[in-house]
């Protein structure tokens, strides 16, 4: 794995660093409210979340929405679907959507539509990693992580054609390997 690496974009230390301060400011803001639940979504967020939960000193759920739109590919098929819904009912609670990256903002733009109506006292979105200049559709970011240009970035969760997501840091592959 190591031998497809072009370069490492963001490393480990500042990932841990960035996920210390966000940590710290989502239990700041979320201190004087209840029914707090994080909303991660799958497959690509399970890194991210469960390193940024143990930075939140407050109580909370969480609940996973699978959706996909990238297949094996470093473009979104536009078309996307939901793999696996949420157990919990969110009518009421104060959710976080966590994502590990904002690309075009077609997944974020779906999922943040339907949870809308199912009538949560409020909705925030955390991302990682937000790529502004491939977005199509309009997403406003409450926590970042860091802007990154346009690469299609791996590790940290971050998969292409499902593999690298073990890597413990955001890095960009060799241009053989994406052909
Ligand atoms: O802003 P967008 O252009 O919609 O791209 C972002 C989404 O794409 C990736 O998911 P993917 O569909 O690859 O599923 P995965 O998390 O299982 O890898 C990523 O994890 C985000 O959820
Ligand atoms: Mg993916």
Not at 83 to 91: R, S, T, Y
């Amino acid at each position: 794995m190591q031998n497809d690496i072009e370069k490492i974009l963001i490393s480990e230390e500042q990932i841990r660093n960035r996920l210390k301060e966000l940590g710290k400011r989502i239990t700041e803001d979320y201190r004087d409210k209840d029914n707090f639940l994080l909303v991660g979504v799958l497959k690509g967020a399970i890194i991210f979340m469960s390193d940024l939960i143990r930075h939140i000193d407050l109580p909370l759920q969480v609940d996973f929405m699978a959706i996909s739109s990238y297949g094996a590919s470093t473009e979104s098929s536009g078309v996307v679907r939901i793999l696996k819904d949420l157990e919990e009912n969110v009518e009421g609670k104060n959710l976080l959507i966590v994502e590990d990256i904002i690309d075009s903002g077609l997944t974020l733009s779906y999922m943040y539509n339907i949870l809308k109506s199912r009538k949560p006292a409020s909705i925030k979105i955390c991302t990682l990693l937000d790529k502004p200049s491939r977005r199509k559709a309009d997403i406003k970011v409450d926590y970042l992580g860091f802007e990154i240009p346009d690469y299609f970035v791996v590790g940290y969760g971050l998969d292409y054609g499902e593999k690298y997501r073990n890597l413990p840091y955001i890095c960009v592959l060799k241009p053989e390997i994406y052909q």
